[in-house]
């Protein structure tokens, strides 16, 4: 075979240093989630069609993979039936992890106890058009908790944001806003039935100004006095509670409006009590493209780095209903580990711990020095030292190019010199010093942090 | 929606309660595989079929899913094409680690240092008929070292599962055996061509006894006169130095199977000097189907538990061969996850901490109550325990119903009695005792480890 292998396109490859980067990410936003009380779950990679179809819209539908059945299936299918789908495929790949969620839950809710709260980080699939930033495997990593109205869930995840973000180093500031204060917007100009068409034009003020989202909206089919009226809430400034203070009068006429606002001003309330971090905005321009929102909703920007949003999610009042469960209530957010990624390498924010898989190499010269070393090494392991000797008694060099390579900040040499003097020869890789350390304090002249 | 919905035959659904004994074991292995120097890799779920397409036989090439090219594949084909696979698939899931991994070291052969030492976690999948104990979608857990020859990779090997299965708790035996002396065996007895067929017949020693396993061998083709020269090797017996030392003598005419013994001489005169728990033991009825192995191979099995091999792997000289990189020599075993999970079930052998996602639940009296208990749950968060509230005041027994549910073992309840106090009254769910505890001191009162 002259050409090497390739992968699918729009598909990766971690390389060991790109998976520390990774796993550190993953194990932070883990920790902060367990600490929240949120318990794992996985679910199969493979959903049957039936649950996936017509959950995604159109558009979504046509990014499914889908699986072909196994066993012999094209043998004995007339041509006709070759075109009926259903036949040779009846399940695909998950597209996000909601719809299995949702799924889970109907599945299991005599097992369960709510409120249920999960996590799950798992890579999900879409048929999409391969470009820079979209791939066709793509890790999400969710949090939910499904069975109750109780706003101090949204309270919670802000809290879970601020920690990750915390944990992270990673500057960011979260916008929020609510389903129910966009209709409500939408109804107190007349236009109930325009929420998303004011709510996308709104979403340009920054980039377009005033004067023509007022034109978007014309020609979008608002008459020119709801567009009078929506423009002291596209002028709306201030502090957080004073949007909602005028916003309640703007919206004193519409109940579903007026349900937006004291939600928003009780989660407000909570979160002020909390010290965070992270600056929390209301922000009416925010939207959020999936339909199943129904309350508070979230979007997280970094500060200091642009690319677009690195979480977000929110309140939905009727996810299971898809799968004949009605009635229960839940809010989640979902972590963007990919940007996140592209944050942190940008703002060079990852530990020097963390790009090294190895902490320690015994350099090999020989079966006879082999003898002294290899109980060197033990210890370094007992002592949950990452350590390794090179397995072959190879040139100086070509270890310690090894060394190099594999990052590896502390090479240990033992030779005979060093097997009489009972200490061992100890370079750090960074700043070319090395210095002779008795065996017994071996473990501890390489596990400084740094 | 009627029906309750379902997921694919052969799939699993982790609930938390799984999850969490799941990611016990991968934690405990992946920390083992760290202390070895071995870094994570991921690979992308599908692969080119012309990566995966012969590469496991013509049975596993049938076991293999395919995923149907996206995009409006069917419009425009006529039905010739259409039976044409390879025009509606050129992807399919990966059936195991092992091939993409060698796919990955020759497509990144550049950028690698060798000897490459990779650990990688990740579900496989295959399209077998689903059944008690097999999965179509299950983990692998594979760590491997590629581009040396060194033996020192086989005791590291021997160690790792040493350590993982003395973290784990479990009991184990490490059972070794090398392709070079079952084909010195063959070749001793002049049957160099039938070495899989002796292996087998061997294999079945303990179940059938010596005089069935003639009579089979006869049967596979061999002449009485070979079954005679085998009968010695069969009857081996006594430690591995003896069991190594009759053999040297039986195979002393095949340099392969002197080869195989040198290595096997070596490998134990390492393992020897190690203070393993493990016993580590030559069986000379140790085959292993995969045909790549060319040197020692591993298997692992549980001695509390009947459940076949938890553990197994071996050499390989040629594995990237397949994709045109030639002379690459590697050594590698797989943890079965699965089983390792039954053997801890059935033996009750995971702590106790490992299945409570949350330690502290601090009951909802109401929104008076709260303003006082959210802030001694954000020291406990900060403390790194894992607490949460009830979100809403219901009733006193829903809520201890839901941490009994939940295996919670700490309730924590502040009414106004216990505000006047400054003491909350801690409750541990699995004695029933209650007592005061003051507010500053909660953290440690919870976080005693059990």
Chains 1, 2 share one sequence.
Request: negative net charge.
């Amino acid at each position: 075979m002259a050409q090497k292998p390739t992968i699918p396109k729009g598909t990766r490859d971690f390389s060991p240093a790109e998976m520390m980067r990774r796993q550190y990410i993953f194990d932070t936003i883990k920790q902060v989630f367990r600490t929240y009380g949120f318990a794992p779950l996985e679910t199969p990679a493979m959903e049957n069609l039936s649950t996936l179809l017509g959950k995604y819209g159109d558009e979504g539908d046509k990014l499914l993979f889908k699986i072909l059945n196994s066993g012999d299936y094209a043998a004995g299918l007339t041509d006709d039936e070759m075109r009926h789908f259903p036949k040779i495929s009846e399940k695909g790949l998950r597209y996000d992890l909601t719809v299995p969620f949702a799924r889970y839950v109907v599945q299991h809710q005599n097992e369960l106890s709510f409120p249920f709260k999960r996590y799950q980080i798992q890579p999900v699939w879409r048929a999409d058009r391969p470009q820079k930033g979209r791939y066709r495997e793509f890790y999400q990593c969710d949090v939910d908790v499904i069975g109750t109205r109780s706003l101090l869930c949204e309270v919670e995840l802000v809290e879970i944001v601020d920690r990750v973000f915390r944990a992270l180093g990673v500057r960011a500031i979260l916008k929020m806003n609510n389903r129910k204060i966009l209709y409500g917007i939408a109804e107190a100009i007349g236009h109930a039935d325009k929420m998303m068409d004011i709510t996308v034009a709104i979403d340009k003020l920054d980039k377009i100004g005033l004067d023509n989202v007022k034109a978007e909206l014309l020609e979008r089919g608002l008459t020119p006095e709801a567009v009078g009226r929506l423009q002291p809430i596209l002028e709306l400034e201030g502090f957080n509670t004073q949007k909602i203070s005028k916003l309640s009068e703007i919206l004193a006429n519409s109940e579903t409006g007026r349900l937006g606002i004291e939600e928003m001003r009780t989660i407000f309330s909570y979160v002020e009590r909390t010290n965070l971090d992270l600056p929390v905005e209301l922000d009416l321009s925010l939207a959020r493209g999936l339909n199943y929102y129904t309350g508070a909703i979230f979007e997280v920007k970094a500060l200091d780095f642009a690319i677009g949003s690195i979480c977000g999610g929110g309140r939905y009042d009727d996810l299971t209903g898809i799968f004949g469960l009605k009635g229960l209530s839940g809010v989640g957010i979902s972590f963007g580990a990919d940007r996140i990624y592209d944050v942190m390498c940008g703002l060079d924010l990852f530990p020097a711990s963390v790009n090294c898989s190895t902490q320690v190499l015994l350099v090999n010269l020989g079966s006879e020095e082999e003898a002294a070393v290899l109980p060197l090494l033990r210890k370094l392991r007992d002592a949950g030292i990452a350590a390794e000797i090179y397995p072959e008694s190879g040139k100086m060099k070509k270890q310690m190019e090894y060394a190099n390579r594999r990052a590896i900040p502390y090479v240990v040499i033992v030779g005979s010199d060093e097997l009489a003097a009972g200490a061992a020869a100890v370079k750090d890789m960074r700043t070319g010093e090395q210095r002779q350390v008795a065996f017994e304090a071996l473990a501890d002249a390489v596990s400084e942090s740094d």
